[in-house]
């Protein structure tokens, strides 16, 4: 019983704004004497103010009075919450953008006050005024974060920072003048109470200007009424605003225009020029990549990607859409992170490229230089390359061969300044790789050389191209891909009939150059093959392969490499002189080369003393004074190689038949060894 006595007296002490709204407890403002508190509608959650004036704000004047001064008191306070309670009924009867908008009539609540809900307030002008102030005594703006904090649609809430600059202040004292006017001229009222405390800001805030009809008002007050504007003026005024975008306060760009212009994302007549001012506002913003990801990127998903399953039919409008944002890949990458990136941006990118329309292909393929450095190397090898592959191996468009091509130098590590050079002119250009790759090394030679080696068509443009796409994939390929993969290819290529001269030159340096690489690697390694077998073993072959030789004890045999000196010195009990060769530095190398053979060709270690002069050494023989040459490093273990002497840079093996004095250029005429000269 008297729990159904408790509901039932709850239930009449409960007001209808009780019962259907939920109100913050403490107040977020200040407005006269009435308290504004944030409040949502419990049915539908939106978002609302509620002003309460709370009779013992009046009674508290009245508690030391004597008993007639106190009877006359309650006589004023009962005529001071007649009055507002008038006051605030009038605003059911006013409607005018300038005039706060009332949602629910004014009630009293259960101790003697009033209570009535409106459109939501940030703040009366008064509280904005002392906050500003409290502001800077604190030591700034940065001193002291905002008081006002405003509650989303989803729950969570943000402190709101408030500004009051001249161009708010012009647009405030508009609004102001227009709501005195229209209570003059339409309500037949008069305000009488103009101050701070009556002046509320919405949650549109200010719109802002500088005077009262320059170009910035207008502009205001235009998109404002941008639904009831004709085709042709809506695309007037779209190409005309990034002109004027730099004048309008960074506040009002990101609070006003941005989300208007994003409101008429769905013309689709009328999207590309309102991305082409989006996209001018996030640049002019110190805040681009909020805004970016708040605001601009789910909506770019939404259009390019939700919305357009079908990608096989030409859409002029969003295609015209997608150019712009391909045209302003360089913004979304710096405003978005990587995994951001890949989920909401990487399918524009893709769906470009995937295109019907050639245009946008060639601009989609033309943003890799951007776009690769945001993705991961799983993201680029798995999602990316498969549609860039798919595209060229399937277009039937020349320059879209030549645009894919251009971004196989990319993925492969070119360098994207010279990716875009068609190489027309036959110009070598030897092209710069970047300090990474996107793909690696079996990508390279497993998926893109099969697709240059089936193409088709002998165009010079393409042609070069992929002579470009080879270059760069030779400095990583192996020797061996190299040779039965890239050079055959080469070769064909270069055989084309409609190169020039200079073109053919550039695949024959190519060529050259790769098969050098190949030459040298596979020296190298037959070398590191021969220096692990004993060195007394690597004499050369004998003229005829098939001879066996001689019975051993019965024959001298040439292979023992035995001569008339040896004999001399073995039946002397002393060593003879041996001749010394002159080389002249230009020669070097040749020479040792020559020694090398010569060398395996007397079938035992031979030692050797080989001077070199310093300059002569650095300029002509790649080695550095100091260090030793590469051949001999090799075998030093074998052969005992030891560095002596400086700085004539002298290397000494355990024998010494042979002395090879490397000289400078001016002795190049004694450089004209035969057998008289190498006598052993």
Not at 178 to 185: Q, T, V
């Amino acid at each position: 019983m008297s729990s159904m006595f408790s509901s039932a007296l709850k239930s009449i002490q409960q007001t209808n704004i009780n019962a259907n709204y939920s109100i913050t407890p403490n107040a977020t403002s200040q407005a006269g004497p009435w308290r504004i508190h944030d409040a949502k509608r419990k049915s539908t959650g939106k978002i609302y103010s509620v002003f309460i004036f709370d009779k013992k704000s009046l009674d508290s004047h009245g508690n030391s009075l004597g008993r007639s001064s106190a009877a006359a008191f309650k006589k004023v306070s009962e005529e001071v919450i007649e009055r507002l309670k008038k006051e605030a009924s009038s605003l059911a009867r006013l409607r005018h953008p300038s005039v706060l908008e009332l949602v629910e009539p004014v009630e009293e609540t259960r101790g003697g006050g009033l209570q009535f809900v409106t459109e939501p307030v940030t703040a009366s002008l008064a509280s904005l005024l002392q906050d500003k102030d409290d502001q800077e005594r604190a030591g700034g703006v940065g001193g002291r974060s905002s008081r006002y904090v405003t509650e989303e649609a989803d729950g969570t809430r943000r402190r709101r920072e408030l500004e009051i600059d001249e161009l708010e202040i012009q647009k405030g004292l508009l609004q102001i003048s227009k709501a005195l006017e229209f209570l003059h001229e339409n309500a037949g009222l008069v305000h009488g109470n103009i101050t701070p405390d009556a002046i509320l800001i919405n949650a549109k805030e200010f719109q802002e200007t500088e005077f009262f009809d320059n170009i910035l008002v207008s502009t205001i007050r235009f998109i404002e009424s941008f639904p009831a504007k004709t085709p042709n003026e809506k695309q007037s005024f779209l190409r005309g605003l990034n002109k004027v975008l730099p004048s309008f306060p960074k506040s009002v760009m990101e609070k006003k225009l941005l989300p208007a212009l994003l409101e008429e994302t769905k013309d689709k007549a009328l999207l590309s020029l309102i991305l082409g001012n989006v996209f001018k506002i996030i640049d002019l913003l110190p805040s681009g990549r909020r805004a970016f990801t708040d605001k601009v990127r789910p909506v770019l998903k939404e259009i390019f990607v939700t919305n357009n399953k079908n990608t096989e039919e030409k859409d002029a409008a969003r295609d015209a859409g997608l150019m712009v944002v391909l045209d302003n890949i360089s913004t979304i990458a710096n405003n978005t992170p990587g995994k951001e990136f890949k989920d909401d941006m990487l399918p524009v990118v893709a769906a470009a490229i995937a295109a019907p329309t050639h245009s946008v292909v060639d601009a989609g393929l033309r943003s890799l230089p951007v776009v690769l450095p945001v993705l991961d190397f799983s993201t680029i090898k798995n999602e990316l390359f498969p549609i860039i592959a798919h595209v060229f191996s399937k277009t039937t468009s020349l320059a879209i061969k030549v645009r894919g091509l251009q971004a196989f130098v990319v993925l492969c590590g070119g360098s994207p300044a010279t990716a875009d050079s068609s190489g027309l002119d036959g110009l070598p250009e030897h092209k710069k790789t970047s300090s990474s790759t996107a793909l690696d090394k079996y990508t390279m030679q497993e998926k893109i050389v099969p697709l240059i080696k089936v193409i088709k068509t002998k165009e010079p443009a393409v042609m070069v191209e992929a002579l470009n796409v080879l270059r760069v994939v030779g400095d990583y390929a192996d020797c061996e891909f190299i040779a039965m993969d890239i050079l055959p290819i080469l070769w064909s290529m270069s055989l084309g009939p409609l190169l020039n001269l200079k073109q053919f030159q550039s695949f024959m340096d190519l060529i050259k150059s790769l098969s050098r690489k190949v030459e040298d690697e596979q020296t190298k390694k037959l070398q590191e093959l021969a220096g692990v077998t004993n060195g007394s073993a690597a004499a050369g072959p004998s003229d005829d392969f098939m001879s066996f030789g001689g019975i051993t004890g019965t024959q001298f045999d040439a292979a023992t490499g035995a001569t008339e000196d040896d004999f001399e010195q073995l039946v002397k009990g002393k060593s003879t002189q041996r001749p010394t060769v002159r080389i002249p530095a230009a020669t070097a190398t040749a020479s040792l080369i020559d020694l090398r053979k010569l060398v395996h060709g007397l079938g035992k270690p031979v030692g050797i003393h080989l001077f070199l002069d310093n300059a002569a050494c650095k300029k002509q023989h790649n080695l550095a004074p100091g260090s030793t040459d590469p051949y001999v490093r090799q075998r030093s273990e074998q052969l005992n190689v030891l560095p002596v002497d400086e700085p004539t840079k002298t290397w000494s093996w355990v024998h010494e038949p042979l002395h090879i004095f490397v000289l400078s250029a001016s002795t190049a005429r004694e450089w004209e060894l035969d057998s008289r000269h190498l006598r052993l």
